[in-house]
């Protein structure tokens, strides 16, 4: 009865234990597993809401870089320098470059040139396609998704179709999402689906989510929302997130939505952990009742005790996999503080083995860190907490230190006795590293900040001043109050406000650095300057660094002033070369005028010699003032470079053959030689190249001794397409020059041999000259030359093939050398212009042997009252005249009708490019520059002439 009563009482005893046991267990479980539950569905709600603000905003950022590139296209086309290969060539990269930088975003760019339409797109196969579209440009009524630039200043316009749903479904393709999670974009009341894949189903959300979500997105709030969904065959539930973004200037109202399933998030390894934690309960629950029932017998009750403790470390074991890839252990103790069980990690993490871990806990007087474990347990039950989280550095017994965080949770019975705890040490040395790394990081930032002797301001994103900073405090301590707090946009003049708000809201905009220059009036009478960059902090946030630029401003001032005075003596001096080549200029046209008659006269053998000495010396001096004039020209910066169609060989052998004379009669041989390619037609300024050549050779007949060579090489070399290198050397066997005196040359107005004594004359201007003109055309001018022996003059210019030739049949009439009255051939009324006395005297003789009468003028008022009340086919007008100049009165002759249909042929000694387009501007036909020569004059005529008669046949 005895052993009857002590087996009942061994019975009821083992199953409440069995039942506390089974209890504990399954608390510690749920409470264990609804913590790592909860840490992972929270984990991955931010994972999921980072990826989506990620993706959103750099959808955002791209589409905003889209439209700034767009907009620099229609900038492109507003350049007026621009030609028509430009707008083939360049133009093209330009928009191919936009279509790569934006793959599957564009789908067609339509380019509106007023006159006409183009568009440009890009097949699947990258093939770039230009070509002239046929309609009209696609509008919003055609293509939901249009983007306009709007016109420029030329009435250019680019307009975009676009598709940015396939675009944003190729930018989320990256983006990883769970097995089974979605993609999507809303437009306005729209879904479209982002999954990769043609024939992906399209994910469908319940009606209350969705309203929600765009209600959301209409006022731009980003949410996160539990729904309901369905996809093809498949439903059940899941976490959304929407982020609104600006989807550019074509599209409002649009958001990105990635949604995972909630089954996903708590999936894999937690659901074996269920299993392992529900098996291991059965199997405590069945090891209990199995106990009850065996304590029959003690020897079959300790071999089930044994093997049930084996299945338990096992499950143990198992469930200490979760944290091998944590770093840590777990671990078991009593409520006296003994460690019950702990997982083999514990030797990897602390470098103890697992018996000295035991023990440790076992002994009363055992190690400091089991004491300090045991006393924070005891903290924690007297102040009536259920867990405790501590971290501290623990030395490993190799001396390695590392970091550790204990983390335990305290369990109590149903009465609130407290039975023991359960633990985990996880070792968190890297992310303590980290950590520390980044104070340092923050305290390294903050001492470079100290030391930055610019001033430092923290704005809000409205431009409220949130902290400021600066090494010298001297501009600070001058304000005399705190900014902290005030508007960056009140602090800033008001004439500079809108500047500085534009520049602050684009660095927000396009997170990239914009910087203003400006000035604040600190003191009366002392302005400071100071060059201010803004750009984004973070979100929130944004920064200024101003840099006091005031010394630099002082200094610029100055420069700018010395410029001013440089730039003012520059045109002085032109302007004074200009004068004196008129003043000049007009004895000048009488003196050559009347050479010009008398060589038409019947003159004796001796008279034509003097003739001859005063018309060269005529000539002459004419050519100085042409070359120091041309030199004004280029270093006033107002030569021009005029193109037209040529053949390089002819007009290579018309400029030689004017020394074939020369030659001859010094006895030099004189030869050309020319390379392929130079009898095609090219285009480029024919003038200033036979001008140059023509210096060139010249200086080397003037050099070469009797009996010498000079030999002329032309060769055309192609650079690219139609661009090709003319290159033409003179090389002669003179006197040279010596090494010393090469690179001075072309210096203006030196010359090698410059004594009162000297044997060459000239103005030492020729090469200086043509080395200007060849590098304003994109050349260069070499020199190479040995004392003695002879030298090489080399030059190159570009020139562009020519597509196709000007016909002027006027050029090939046969040229005149007797013009003795040549009024019978080509009669015509003339009006002649003109109040120097002299002029008008020169004039009278040349138009009377060339056998007009005319009518003469001494003003614009009675060249107005001429034309009025006679007819007249042509007018030779002066430029300046009293009372009313030529040019005026060609304006006020033009805008008589049909009366004032008149050829106007006007002459003056200004000889600048800029006083023939003025003469045009106002209406003059023609331009003859003074002095005046009679086959100039009665060529002139001619042409005239001729054009009239052909108006008549029309």
């Not at 293509?143 to 675009?167: A, K, Q, Y």
């Not at 529900?278 to 300790?302: A, C, D």
Request: aromatic share 10%.
């Amino acid at each position: 009865m005895k052993s009857m009563v002590g087996y009942r009482r061994d019975f009821w005893l083992m199953i409440a234990i069995g039942s506390v046991l089974v209890v504990l267990v399954i608390l510690l479980g749920v409470s264990f597993f609804k913590a790592i539950s909860d840490s992972e569905t929270k984990s991955k709600r931010e994972f999921l809401m980072k990826q989506t603000e990620l993706a959103a905003t750099e959808i955002e950022i791209e589409l905003d870089r889209f439209e700034v590139n767009a907009k620099s296209l229609i900038e492109f086309l507003g350049d007026e320098d621009l030609d028509e290969d430009d707008y083939r060539e360049e133009f093209t990269n330009a928009v191919r470059r936009v279509f790569n930088n934006y793959p599957r975003l564009i789908d067609t760019v339509w380019v509106n040139f007023q006159d006409s339409i183009i568009y440009f797109t890009q097949t699947d196969r990258n093939d770039f396609i230009r070509s002239r579209a046929i309609g009209n440009i696609p509008s919003k009524r055609d293509h939901d998704f249009i983007f306009s630039t709007g016109r420029n200043t030329m009435g250019f316009e680019l307009t975009f179709t676009l598709s940015p749903v396939r675009f944003t479904k190729d930018f989320v393709t990256h983006y990883y999402l769970n097995e089974g999670g979605s993609k999507l974009l809303m437009l306005g009341d729209k879904l479209e689906n982002l999954d990769p894949g043609q024939d992906v189903n399209m994910l469908e959300i319940d009606d209350a989510s969705l309203k929600k979500i765009q209600a959301d997105v209409e006022i731009g709030v980003i949410g996160i929302y539990e729904i309901d969904w369905v996809k093809g065959s498949n439903s059940g539930s899941g976490i959304l997130v929407q982020y609104p973004f600006n989807l550019g200037e074509f599209y409002d109202n649009t958001a990105l939505l990635f949604m995972v399933e909630s089954d996903s998030i708590t999936g894999g390894i937690y659901s074996t952990y269920l299993f392992l934690f529900s098996g291991f309960v059965f199997l405590l629950i069945g090891t209990v009742i199995f106990f009850t029932l065996s304590l029959q017998t003690n020897l079959e009750s300790q071999k089930l005790l044994k093997e049930s403790a084996e299945e338990i470390s096992e499950l143990f074991d198992q469930q200490n996999l979760l944290l091998k890839e944590l770093r840590g252990f777990v671990f078991f103790h009593n409520a006296k503080g003994q460690i019950t069980q702990v997982s083999d990690e514990v030797e990897k993490v602390l470098g103890h083995p697992k018996s000295e871990f035991l023990d440790a806990f076992r002994n009363e007087d055992g190690h400091l860190g089991a004491i300090n474990i045991k006393s924070l347990v005891n903290s924690a039950l007297s102040q009536n907490q259920s867990f405790f989280d501590v971290e501290y550095d623990f030395h490993k017994p190799d001396g390695t230190k590392v970091h550790l965080r204990i983390f335990e949770k305290l369990v109590f019975d149903e009465e609130g006795v407290f039975n023991g705890g359960l633990g985990i040490c996880t070792d968190i040395t890297s992310q303590y590293r980290s950590n520390q790394e980044l104070i340092e990081s923050g305290k390294r930032l903050q001492n470079l900040i100290d030391n930055i002797p610019d001033i430092i301001f923290i704005y809000n994103n409205e431009g409220k001043v949130l902290d400021s900073h600066s090494k010298d405090q001297k501009f600070l301590k001058s304000v005399e109050r705190s900014l902290i707090g005030d508007s960056l946009f009140d602090l800033v003049p008001k004439k500079q406000r809108e500047q500085t708000q534009f520049a602050f809201k684009l660095a927000r905009k396009t997170e990239q650095i914009q910087t203003v220059d400006l000035k604040i009036n600190l003191r009366e009478h002392e302005n400071q300057y100071f060059e201010v960059r803004f750009f984004p902090l973070d979100t929130k946030r944004m920064m200024s660094i101003s840099k006091d630029i005031t010394s630099q401003r002082i200094w610029e001032k100055g420069l700018v002033d010395a410029m001013n005075a440089a730039d003012l003596a520059s045109r002085a001096k032109s302007e004074f070369l200009a004068n004196m080549s008129h003043e000049i200029r007009t004895p000048m046209n009488g003196l050559l005028g009347i050479i010009d008659l008398l060589d038409q006269t019947s003159l004796d053998e001796e008279q034509l010699q003097y003739l001859d000495i005063i018309k060269n010396s005529g000539n002459s001096l004419l050519s100085i003032i042409k070359d120091i004039l041309d030199y004004s020209k280029i270093e006033a910066g107002k030569i021009e470079i005029n193109s037209i169609v040529f053949s390089p060989a002819e007009e290579l052998e018309k400029q030689v053959q004017i020394f074939y004379g020369l030659a001859q009669k010094k006895d030099v041989i004189l030869t050309t030689v020319l390379g392929s390619g130079t009898k095609d037609l090219m285009e480029g300024d024919v003038e200033k190249i036979n001008q140059v050549i023509l210096n060139l050779v010249g200086n080397a007949m003037k050099f070469t001794s009797k009996g010498g060579t000079v030999t002329v090489q032309m060769e055309i070399e192609n650079i690219s397409g139609d661009l090709n290198y003319l290159r033409c050397s003179v090389t002669d066997n003179g006197i040279g020059i010596p090494q010393e005196e090469i690179a001075k040359l072309t210096d203006p107005f030196y010359q090698v041999e410059s004594s009162s004594s000297r044997s060459y004359q000239g103005t030492g201007l020729g090469l200086a000259i043509a080395k200007k003109i060849v590098e304003l055309m994109g050349g260069e001018l070499t020199i190479s030359s040995e004392f003695g022996i002879g030298a090489v003059f080399a030059f190159s210019v570009i020139l562009k093939k020519a597509k196709f030739v000007k016909e002027n049949p006027l050029s090939e009439l046969p040229k005149r050398t007797n013009w003795n009255g040549m009024a019978k051939e080509y009669p015509a009324r003339i009006l002649l212009a003109e109040d120097n006395d002299l002029n008008l005297q020169l004039m009278t003789l040349m138009l009377d042997q060339l056998g007009y009468d005319f009518a003469i003028a001494k003003n614009g008022f009675e060249v107005l009252d001429l034309v009025k009340s006679e007819e007249f086919d042509m007018i030779l007008m002066d430029v300046q005249m009293p009372l009313l100049n030529g040019l005026e009165a060609s304006k006020k002759i033009r805008a008589l009708g049909e009366r004032g249909e008149i050829f106007i042929i006007g002459l003056s000694a200004n000889v600048f490019d800029e006083d023939q387009r003025k003469a045009t501007d106002a209406g003059m036909d023609d331009y003859l520059t003074k002095p005046i020569r009679l086959v100039l004059l009665a060529e002139k005529i001619k042409e005239y002439f001729l054009k009239k008669e052909s108006k008549k046949v029309q």
